[in-house]
């Protein structure tokens, strides 16, 4: 089993910068990628940015050039680093690791980190 803790989220104004943080604990050699999902109210989950064991990077285009997706793998630790910031992304923010082989294979998710970002 994986066990996720983020922090990190708050209130920022419009072009303002937050750094979401999501701390694993657990079967930690198990993880295949990490990933930071949102969701605003009435809408679905969907990928913000995900992370790779080999460290590979992807973005949701609406992202690009304003996040940073990194780990600390001594911490267990990944980061999402938000800058430029619009009200659009406002929303809960969710920490997700993707872990285990085969038929073994499962998704984690953190408590999830609110975001606001006022105009």
């Known amino acids: 089993q994986v066990q996720l803790v983020e922090s990190g989220g708050g209130l920022v104004q419009a072009g303002g910068s937050l750094r979401l943080s999501c701390t694993a604990s657990?079967?930690?050699?198990?993880?295949?990628?990490m990933g930071w999902y949102r969701q605003a109210p009435g809408k679905q989950r969907w990928l913000v940015a995900a992370?790779?064991?080999?460290?590979?990077?992807d973005y949701a285009d609406s992202v690009k050039g304003r996040f940073t997706i990194s780990r600390d793998s001594g911490k267990n630790t990944v980061y999402l680093q938000m800058n430029s910031l619009k009200p659009e992304d406002t929303a809960v923010y969710y920490c997700?690791?993707?872990?285990?082989?085969?038929?073994?294979?499962?998704?984690?998710w953190g408590q999830g980190t609110q975001v606001t970002v006022s105009s």
């Open positions: 992370i790779s064991s080999g460290g590979v990077t």
């Open positions: 657990g079967s930690i050699s198990s993880i295949n990628a």
């Open positions: 997700n690791a993707d872990h285990g082989v085969g038929v073994a294979r499962r998704g984690s």
